[in-house]
């Protein structure tokens, strides 16, 4: 259990340098509305989404193709406020994180709209109930200086099996090929039901970053990303088709603070 005097600081009391609620759609200008885009095809890594008054409904259709055929079954609708890709063929991109081949097999213009270096970000969600789901949110190295900078900041990963009065999720740094850090990932448990909206925050830079939630904090790691990140807030279906479609989570607002 999280002790009293484990609060996290209040917000900056400046207005946030990225304030979004999507209730005017998703602003391409902040947004791209696929999953690593550079490693797939547009087909199988667009986002399926819906604008709802509470904020944007990411959805998960029946017909949603796999994210790539070698993942199957893996389907995935995000947002994302970046990507860097090398060329067609190459293995140069934004978040090698799988280790089984990735190439470049759609061209993709390198695009940096958000990428913060340290800083706070607040992200208020309401996670998925439905079967073999995960809301994840990530900041992750855009890569585009240099392959090395390619860590991730796992704010949260939330199972809908890990749902209910009490709920469970996943929250730290994977390293990846950034040798500078080490993969720090731990379990959390949310004395709430995580599919009502609720905030969660990452607070990094200068060495720390610490991860909380509704004003508590989670997390504190004595290490920190010092390169670009971009953020991406993805729902996932892992395994077989099955269950009722759409399946659904919903961002209800994203702002972030620069240091």
């Keep these: 259990m999280l002790e009293p005097h484990d609060r996290l600081p209040d917000p900056p009391r400046t207005d946030p340098v990225f304030d979004d609620d999507f209730s005017r759609d998703v602003d391409p200008a902040r947004w791209i509305a696929h999953y690593l885009p550079h490693w797939s095809v547009p ?3 667009a986002a399926r989404y819906s604008t709802r008054p509470e904020g944007l409904e990411l959805r998960i259709d029946e017909d949603q193709l796999d994210w790539r055929p070698e993942d199957a079954p893996l389907r995935v609708s995000n947002l994302q406020t970046g990507v860097f890709a090398g060329p067609l063929g190459s293995a140069r991109g934004t978040h090698r994180h799988r280790p089984d081949g990735l190439v470049v097999r759609t061209e993709t213009p390198t695009r940096v ?6 800083g706070r970000i607040d992200l208020t969600v309401s996670a998925s109930t439905d079967r073999a789901c995960m809301l994840a949110a990530w900041l992750v190295g855009t890569e585009h200086s240099s392959p090395d900078d390619s860590s991730e900041i796992c704010v949260f990963e939330i199972d809908a099996d890990a749902v209910g009065e009490s709920s469970r999720a996943r929250s730290g740094i994977k390293a990846h090929h950034d040798r500078r850090l080490r993969t720090d990932m731990a379990e959390v448990v949310l004395p709430f039901d995580a599919s009502r909206p609720h905030t969660w925050t990452v607070i990094w830079g200068e060495g720390k ?22 953020l991406l807030i993805d729902l996932f279906e892992i395994g077989p088709a099955g269950g009722t479609y759409p399946k659904t989570a919903t961002i209800h607002r994203v702002r972030a603070w620069d240091h």
């Design 209 to 230: 970053t610490i991860i909380g939630c509704e004003g508590r904090v989670l997390r504190r790691l004595a290490q920190a990303p010092d390169y670009p990140m971009i």
């Design 43 to 45: 087909e199988r890594s």
């Design 113 to 118: 709209m958000f990428a913060p270096e340290r």
